[in-house]
Protein backbone atom coordinates (compact mmCIF):
# COMPACT_ATOMS: atom_id res chain seq x y z
CA UNK A 1 0.00 0.00 0.00
CA UNK A 2 1.49 3.40 -0.66
CA UNK A 3 -0.15 7.24 -0.49
CA UNK A 4 -1.88 8.58 -3.67
CA UNK A 5 -1.17 12.54 -4.14
CA UNK A 6 -2.98 15.71 -4.66
CA UNK A 7 -1.21 17.89 -6.90
CA UNK A 8 -3.33 17.92 -9.98
CA UNK A 9 -1.73 19.54 -12.60
CA UNK A 10 0.51 20.88 -10.77
CA UNK A 11 4.24 20.38 -11.24
CA UNK A 12 7.30 20.54 -8.75
CA UNK A 13 10.63 20.79 -10.96
CA UNK A 14 11.53 19.05 -14.33
CA UNK A 15 10.62 16.25 -15.56
CA UNK A 16 13.36 14.30 -14.52
CA UNK A 17 12.19 15.07 -10.85
CA UNK A 18 8.95 14.42 -11.77
CA UNK A 19 9.90 10.84 -12.61
CA UNK A 20 12.18 10.16 -9.46
CA UNK A 21 9.76 11.23 -7.46
CA UNK A 22 6.63 8.86 -9.20
CA UNK A 23 9.04 5.78 -9.37
CA UNK A 24 9.79 6.19 -5.30
CA UNK A 25 6.09 6.59 -4.37
CA UNK A 26 4.88 3.45 -6.57
CA UNK A 27 7.50 0.59 -7.35
CA UNK A 28 6.35 -2.12 -5.86
CA UNK A 29 2.86 -0.71 -4.68
CA UNK A 30 -0.16 -2.69 -5.50
CA UNK A 31 -2.99 -0.58 -3.61
CA UNK A 32 -2.74 3.42 -4.07
CA UNK A 33 -4.22 4.88 -1.29
CA UNK A 34 -5.36 8.08 -2.79
CA UNK A 35 -4.88 9.21 -6.39
CA UNK A 36 -2.42 8.24 -8.80
CA UNK A 37 -1.16 11.26 -10.51
CA UNK A 38 1.22 10.92 -13.65
CA UNK A 39 2.03 14.30 -15.18
CA UNK A 40 4.83 15.44 -17.10
CA UNK A 41 6.92 12.26 -17.65
CA UNK A 42 8.93 12.19 -20.46
CA UNK A 43 9.23 9.33 -23.14
CA UNK A 44 12.89 8.00 -22.51
CA UNK A 45 11.55 6.69 -18.90
CA UNK A 46 11.08 3.32 -17.47
CA UNK A 47 7.89 2.96 -16.10
CA UNK A 48 7.47 -1.03 -15.70
CA UNK A 49 7.44 -0.45 -12.44
CA UNK A 50 3.81 1.01 -12.35
CA UNK A 51 2.47 -2.87 -13.61
CA UNK A 52 2.18 -3.92 -9.88
CA UNK A 53 -0.78 -1.48 -9.24
CA UNK A 54 -3.93 -3.46 -9.26
CA UNK A 55 -5.90 -1.04 -7.18
CA UNK A 56 -6.82 2.98 -6.93
CA UNK A 57 -8.91 4.32 -4.13
CA UNK A 58 -9.12 8.01 -5.75
CA UNK A 59 -8.76 9.10 -8.98
CA UNK A 60 -6.27 8.19 -12.12
CA UNK A 61 -4.83 11.81 -13.83
CA UNK A 62 -2.65 10.97 -17.04
CA UNK A 63 -1.70 14.05 -18.56
CA UNK A 64 1.22 16.20 -20.69
CA UNK A 65 3.22 13.01 -21.06
CA UNK A 66 4.62 12.03 -23.95
CA UNK A 67 5.34 8.39 -23.14
CA UNK A 68 4.20 5.92 -25.51
CA UNK A 69 2.76 3.17 -23.67
CA UNK A 70 0.83 3.04 -19.84
CA UNK A 71 2.21 0.02 -18.49
CA UNK A 72 -0.70 -0.38 -15.54
CA UNK A 73 -1.80 -3.31 -16.75
CA UNK A 74 -2.28 -5.55 -13.50
CA UNK A 75 -5.00 -2.51 -12.70
CA UNK A 76 -8.15 -3.58 -11.72
CA UNK A 77 -10.66 -1.30 -9.80
CA UNK A 78 -10.51 2.62 -9.39
CA UNK A 79 -12.64 3.20 -6.61
CA UNK A 80 -13.73 7.24 -7.19
CA UNK A 81 -13.37 8.38 -3.57
CA UNK A 82 -12.27 10.91 -4.98
CA UNK A 83 -12.95 12.86 -8.16
CA UNK A 84 -10.51 14.74 -10.69
CA UNK A 85 -12.44 18.20 -11.82
CA UNK A 86 -15.66 16.46 -9.51
CA UNK A 87 -16.43 14.21 -11.77
CA UNK A 88 -13.84 11.84 -13.27
CA UNK A 89 -12.38 8.83 -11.77
CA UNK A 90 -9.92 8.06 -14.98
CA UNK A 91 -8.72 11.58 -17.00
CA UNK A 92 -6.44 11.39 -19.60
CA UNK A 93 -5.19 14.48 -21.12
CA UNK A 94 -3.06 16.02 -23.54
CA UNK A 95 -0.51 13.07 -23.67
CA UNK A 96 1.81 14.01 -27.16
CA UNK A 97 4.42 16.55 -28.11
CA UNK A 98 2.77 18.33 -30.84
CA UNK A 99 6.83 19.11 -31.96
CA UNK A 100 8.14 15.71 -31.90
CA UNK A 101 6.24 12.17 -32.95
CA UNK A 102 6.61 11.26 -28.79
CA UNK A 103 3.02 10.27 -27.42
CA UNK A 104 0.90 8.32 -26.00
CA UNK A 105 -0.72 5.22 -27.88
CA UNK A 106 -1.46 2.64 -25.24
CA UNK A 107 -3.20 2.98 -22.53
CA UNK A 108 -2.10 -0.45 -21.36
CA UNK A 109 -5.07 -1.09 -18.58
CA UNK A 110 -5.87 -4.86 -19.36
CA UNK A 111 -7.49 -6.00 -16.66
CA UNK A 112 -9.25 -2.59 -15.96
CA UNK A 113 -13.30 -4.25 -15.16
CA UNK A 114 -14.08 -1.74 -12.68
CA UNK A 115 -14.71 1.96 -12.03
CA UNK A 116 -16.38 1.96 -8.85
CA UNK A 117 -17.62 6.14 -8.90
CA UNK A 118 -16.95 8.63 -11.11
CA UNK A 119 -16.64 9.07 -15.02
CA UNK A 120 -13.91 8.97 -17.82
CA UNK A 121 -12.51 11.82 -19.44
CA UNK A 122 -9.67 10.69 -22.72
CA UNK A 123 -9.90 13.33 -24.91
CA UNK A 124 -6.48 15.45 -27.29
CA UNK A 125 -4.13 12.49 -26.94
CA UNK A 126 -3.11 12.94 -30.76
CA UNK A 127 -1.85 9.12 -30.95
CA UNK A 128 -3.76 7.60 -28.21
CA UNK A 129 -5.41 4.60 -30.29
CA UNK A 130 -8.39 2.55 -30.01
CA UNK A 131 -9.85 4.03 -26.83
CA UNK A 132 -12.95 4.45 -28.65
CA UNK A 133 -13.67 0.89 -28.90
CA UNK A 134 -13.74 0.47 -25.44
CA UNK A 135 -17.21 -0.02 -23.85
CA UNK A 136 -16.44 2.41 -21.08
CA UNK A 137 -20.54 1.77 -19.31
CA UNK A 138 -19.78 -1.41 -18.95
CA UNK A 139 -16.64 -0.49 -16.62
CA UNK A 140 -18.23 2.39 -14.84
CA UNK A 141 -20.48 1.75 -12.40
CA UNK A 142 -22.55 5.15 -12.33
CA UNK A 143 -25.18 4.90 -15.00
CA UNK A 144 -26.42 8.37 -14.71
CA UNK A 145 -22.64 9.26 -16.40
CA UNK A 146 -21.56 9.34 -19.74
CA UNK A 147 -17.80 8.70 -21.08
CA UNK A 148 -16.29 11.77 -22.55
CA UNK A 149 -13.85 10.37 -25.06
CA UNK A 150 -12.57 12.19 -28.38
CA UNK A 151 -10.19 13.96 -30.07
CA UNK A 152 -7.52 11.30 -29.80
CA UNK A 153 -5.67 8.84 -32.20
CA UNK A 154 -6.61 9.75 -35.84
CA UNK A 155 -4.99 7.30 -37.63
CA UNK A 156 -5.07 4.07 -35.51
CA UNK A 157 -6.05 0.74 -36.97
CA UNK A 158 -8.42 -1.09 -35.85
CA UNK A 159 -9.86 -4.55 -37.04
CA UNK A 160 -13.23 -4.38 -36.20
CA UNK A 161 -15.78 -1.70 -37.59
CA UNK A 162 -16.54 1.15 -34.96
CA UNK A 163 -19.08 0.19 -32.73
CA UNK A 164 -18.58 -3.49 -33.13
CA UNK A 165 -18.81 -5.03 -29.40
CA UNK A 166 -16.63 -5.13 -27.09
CA UNK A 167 -16.04 -8.70 -26.59
CA UNK A 168 -14.39 -8.50 -30.14
CA UNK A 169 -12.52 -5.44 -29.86
CA UNK A 170 -8.95 -4.37 -29.79
CA UNK A 171 -8.63 -3.97 -26.41
CA UNK A 172 -11.23 -4.88 -23.29
CA UNK A 173 -10.96 -5.45 -19.84
CA UNK A 174 -9.60 -8.37 -19.43
CA UNK A 175 -7.46 -9.13 -22.64
CA UNK A 176 -3.83 -9.33 -22.04
CA UNK A 177 -3.10 -8.32 -25.59
CA UNK A 178 -2.48 -4.59 -26.61
CA UNK A 179 -3.74 -3.90 -29.77
CA UNK A 180 -0.73 -4.06 -32.49
Not at 101 to 124: C, D, F, M, P, S
Not at 140 to 155: I, Q, T, Y
Request: hydrophobic residues 40%; contains cysteine.
Amino acid sequence: VCAGTLNGLSVTGDAQHQYRTLHKMYNNCEVVMGNLEIVLIDHAQDLSFLQTIREVTGYILIAMNVFAALPLRNLRVIRGTQFYEEKFALFVLLNYNPNTTHALRHLGLNQLTEILAGGVYIEKNAQLCHVDTVEWRDIMRDPGLEPVVGDNGKNCECPLPRGAPVSGGPWRPGTDALPP
